[in-house]
């Protein structure tokens, strides 16, 4: 049987136990920041002649044209065409239904006039010029390109730039038929820091962006946080979590998978569930040994549970809400009959996945939602990547002589109490109402 | 005459020296970041005697229990009374002013069912607790608590905690009169990355918050970069900018007492003028001269204007609004007859002021609108602050069986193209409609 933890919220030591399996730090070493630090002050001083290099020592890729690095729209539509008739439809039925969902995120402008007609609102703009970080090789994820990719041209973003690294020049058909069909503008092979200080700072050949998101290695991640500031960025991502939270009611069988399609994505991810019932959870263990013989990721998934996983017995289902609560999990499972009556007493989750059919990996492709959620229990701060990350609000303000008469002495009573004078002076201009700009 | 640049657009190094004035690197040294580092492991790990430890040295104040610095209701009650009635009634109108503006920007639930009766959706949660950072001392802005305390109330945050140092146990009746309007729900008197660390890890007595807020000098700016993660944080601002577009119709003194109001902030804050009219241009240097007389911080004007302000000329007002996306700025007034039209090619500012009678300074204290802005560009990616910064998002997903079946089957060859067979099993075991979970 899979080993994994087993708690308790009867037993005196529950939250420390529970505390100590949440805990993460994702601190990027002393090494992997001195290596960022001067892969993007380089890119940022030599642009494309540093590019290439990296690219030339990290991928083993040698051009001498960063031009040669940028893969057409021909290649993405050919990529499209190659891979099989029902992976192509399934791209696109997930990137049409993701699209339909962010639609619905949509921020429009708004305004309202006042009695004196002094007008107030806000207007929504979409960032200009957006960049996508997609991982090469083994973790290259065409779902993650969808996700990414559909809000920020839902938003209305006029450019997205995707890189992607190509090692030894083998590229991901999937991954490049996915960038055709979520609409990607432009599209580079190089990755790691450099591409992100390509992307932050621009260079000869790539254009300078606004805002990067994108998964990465502890590379990349600490290349964004490191560019944040000089542009935008996405929560750089913890390692990806599930919490069931289950009546005892659902085939053990189905929640055995469900945990482990979390824990097989890395040794780090984190599988947890939440029952009142103990013998259902002894039910599901045995259902995991039995599921694991088929898992070609077995070895991954046994790490994952016996470091992060659990299996959580409580007194009851709102003590279930309240642990699940405390954990903020990125993708919350109700498996249970009525998830509707749960939900209003769910605080803080990523995505929560109602009733016994709804299974997170449908939530992972296809559903509509994004998949790119909050980790590590940001889930209490922070929301899904949406449309609402790719456009941005400026403040409108319109007086009219009169409300910037009335408006100005509360103004320059404030800026007075605060030393501010200056900030008196210009709000006092305007406050005779006939005054003549 | 103050000292302050003057650029021309049709110069050959035009948009060099722009950016050179535009240039701003916000980096804390090393011995900033090892001096926060070490208060934030501090506090981290021994609470509350750290946090008093750290109050003693800094603001020499000598406690015993960190609940003696906590102030109570009541004084901040008395503190409203003790005030002026004047500003008592200019802090009120203020923040009923920025209550009901944000009282647009609640974000509420949504949903839609399918055809097959998949519900998906949206539910908005606001943060559970927010931590407000407010400065001591002189740079303490009464107003940047009803700016920052408001939103968070309005999105229906349960508990908001104020944390300002008090050196040598003075306190500013202003800013308690404004805690006490805005609504914050405790103060306590510590500051600093300490202020910082308790907020975000929580001692004996502070509790632990979900995000922080607030402007602070370099070790607290320093500090909310750090516990970024582990809470949320507002952005890390920079210097204040404003950007005056003019058609030289408006009175300079006008626009000279504008460009003060920036300018009187800090010697690194930013004022720009932009105009077609070079006369314009010299007549408002000639204001400012003037002006400059009647300004208690001439000195921090001057210097301001001398290093970072400048009067640019243009060729017309399309190439106006092309400068004006260009510095992207928190502060954009445009000073011209008809506003509305330029605001539609406007893509990217903080706040946009509109007309001859708009001061930015009505904005700084009671338009409405959030006063605080992105600065350094980033209004090329980021929003002034606002409710939405207090609620969060979760989605929600519902499968009927029938669109478990259906959606399942997309998601296992998406699945199974990405080699993750346990979510293709996950979604496969929810594909037969009669399946009996």
Avoid at 36 to 41: E, G, K, R, S
Wanted: overall charge negative; glycine content about 8%; hydrophobic content about 45%.
């Amino acid at each position: 049987m899979p080993k994994i933890n087993r708690l308790d919220s009867t037993q005196t030591d529950f939250m420390v136990r529970l505390d100590e399996l949440l805990a993460w730090e994702g601190v990027s070493d002393e090494a992997v920041t001195r290596a960022v630090t001067d892969i993007l002050a380089d890119v940022r001083q030599r642009g494309d002649a540093a590019v290439l290099e990296y690219t030339a020592r990290f991928d083993r890729l040698e051009c001498h044209d960063l031009h040669e690095l940028e893969i057409p729209q021909t290649r993405l539509a050919r990529a499209l065409e190659t891979i099989p008739q029902e992976q192509r439809e399934a791209l696109e039925r997930a990137a049409a239904r993701v699209r339909s969902y962010a639609e619905h995120q949509k921020m429009s402008d708004w305004c309202y006039t006042e009695a004196d007609g002094t007008m107030l609102g806000q207007k929504v703009t979409p960032l200009d010029r957006v960049g996508l970080y997609v991982p090469g090789g083994k973790a290259a994820y065409p779902s993650s390109v969808i996700m990414n990719a559909v809000p920020a041209k839902v938003a209305g973003v006029p450019e997205v730039i995707m890189v992607v690294p190509t090692p030894d020049g083998v590229v991901n058909d999937l991954v490049l038929a996915a960038a055709s069909v979520a609409g990607v503008d432009r599209v580079f092979a190089i990755g790691g820091a450099q591409a992100v200080a390509a992307l932050a700072y621009g260079t000869q050949t790539v254009p300078p962006v606004d805002k990067i998101v994108g998964p990465g290695n502890i590379y990349v991640a600490t290349a964004k946080r490191m560019v944040f500031g000089t542009v935008g960025i996405d929560m750089v991502a913890g390692p990806s979590e599930i919490l069931v939270v289950c009546d005892g009611k659902t085939d053990p069988r189905w929640i055995a998978a469900d945990l482990f399609s979390q824990a097989e994505h890395d040794e780090d991810a984190q599988a947890m569930l939440v029952s009142p019932d103990g013998a259902f959870l002894d039910g599901v263990a045995a259902a995991m040994d039995e599921l694991l013989t088929e898992m070609p990721r077995a070895g991954i998934i046994r790490t994952s549970l016996a470091d992060r996983g659990a299996l959580i017995q409580v007194r009851d289902m709102e003590e279930a809400v309240q642990v699940a609560n405390h954990i903020a999990p990125e993708h919350l499972e109700l498996s249970v009959a009525d998830p509707e009556t749960l939900v209003p007493g769910i605080r803080h989750a990523g995505a929560i996945f109602m009733g016994r059919h709804t299974a997170e990996a449908v939530g992972d492709y296809c559903a509509g939602p994004n998949h790119v959620l909050p980790t590590s229990r940001t889930a209490r701060f922070s929301s899904p990547l949406g449309v609402y990350d790719f456009q941005k609000r400026s403040s409108l303000i319109q007086c009219s002589p009169a409300g910037a008469a009335d408006l100005g002495r509360t103004a320059s009573v404030l800026a007075r109490g605060e030393g501010l004078v200056a900030h008196a002076r210009s709000a006092e201009y305007r406050q005779d109402p006939d005054a003549q700009p």
